[in-house]
């Protein structure tokens, strides 16, 4: 590969930068490189890329930045947490920030989901919440449950366990076989719910595929049962009606714990703060990352029912380590420091109700687009959506140009094979979303 260097035109701070060394995740470096598309400065729903044009920002960053950017008290409080605690070692030590936030993430989580694991991504949250679910299934006397039910097109991070449970195949595909003992459920993109908005009528019936799981298996054979409540990654699938509560039953008939991923969804995404409020359906476990702490500050956390976390603590001897699990920056002091402020936003601005309010003209501007041509499907609900474009060829590669017109015309969102995601910041206004539905009719139609 050869050298490349990129002129950084950033009127601010312009000069010339290598990049060769580093090695970008999910991109395709070469291209990239050859044709860089740099960020530089954020601030509310906007990006700026190194020129000095303006990027109206569709994706929340990655599904973080629900507060919009550039938030100064998060920056602030960051700040005066490593001026005062840069770092405290998070075995046997603890420092106060970190109980804090436990006590007002466990405010906002439905049922007794009270307990709450830190840690520092999606990824690591879902490796710890399949740990949990097997520490508990141990506990109480049926550590035969070893296995874990997940569904095709889900995505669950990147670390082993999670892509184990993906059915993104892409993602699996280089990487082995994963860990064994994990059945994959249909995923719930069915054609007679193509272009409705919200949930559709039509699909309740796959959940079903977790009863044809545990009668092939056995069910005291597993432990979990991992969705995202919508399917994010792969392009918004919306649940369809009835389909979550029935898996709830299906769980609870057998044992089962049931995991919500929301990672994407928690935060007021749905308009409430976790998905599992708006469908009405509580699991006994919770995965969140991203939007905890605005995207200023990397981390993730599970929260888990008293019950499973109870069991957990009564099986081990008095004095001993109930958990054996846990990461060097488990609870960062500035990780707390910026969910703590984040958090703050979210209830004085009554952000999750804004969503909720905002979300209906969000989903008619974007579903004003079915009209194009190229436009095969579109999904949404709340502040999140997902246009499917016609496949040119090979999937994924109109998606992928699609992406980078749409940069070039001055938006940025996340595509995953030929959809785009869009999930605009929740402070958003109408203008903006006007914004957002202008730039991809303009983009769609010349694409
Ligand atoms: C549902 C879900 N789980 C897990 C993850 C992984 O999160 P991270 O990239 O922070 O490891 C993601 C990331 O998008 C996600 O959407």
Known sequence: MGHAEFTLRDQVDARRISLDEYWMPFTPNREFKADPRMIVRAEGVFYWNDRGERLIDASSGLFCCAAGHGRKEIAEAVGRQLAELDFSAPFLRGHPKQFELATRVAKHTPGDLNRVFFANSGSESVESAMKM?????????????????????????????????????????????????????RHTHVKENFFVPGQGEHGADLADDLTRIVNLYGAENIAACFVEPIAGSTGCLVPPKGYLDRLRAICDQHGIVLVFDEVITGWGRTGQAFAAQTFGVTPDIITMAKAITNGAQPMGAVAVSERIHDTIMAAAPEGAIEFFHGYTYSGHPA?????????????????????????????????????????????????????????????????????????????????????????????????HIDMIADILRRTLAAL
Request: net charge positive; glycine share 12%.
């Open 335 to 431: 990780a707390c420091a910026a969910g703590l402020a984040t958090l703050d936003i979210y209830e004085r601005d009554d952000l999750f109700a804004r969503a909720r309010a905002l979300s209906p003209y969000f989903q008619d501007a974007i579903f004003s687009l079915r009209d194009l041509p190229v436009v095969t499907d579109i999904r949404g609900f709340g502040m999140m959506s997902a246009i499917d474009v016609a496949v040119d060829g090979t999937p994924g590669r109109r998606g992928h140009v699609l992406q980078k017109k749409l940069f070039d015309n001055g938006l940025h969102l996340k595509t995953t094979g030929d959809a785009a995601i869009v999930a605009p910041p929740l402070v958003s206004e109408r203008a």
């Open 133 to 185: 679910a097997l520490a508990y299934h141990q506990a109480r006397g049926q550590a035969g449950r070893t296995m874990f039910v997940s569904r095709e097109r889900a995505y669950h991070g990147v670390n082993f366990g999670g892509v184990s449970l993906a059915g993104l195949v892409n993602n699996r595909r280089k990487f082995g076989t994963g860990l064994p003992g994990i059945a994959h459920m």
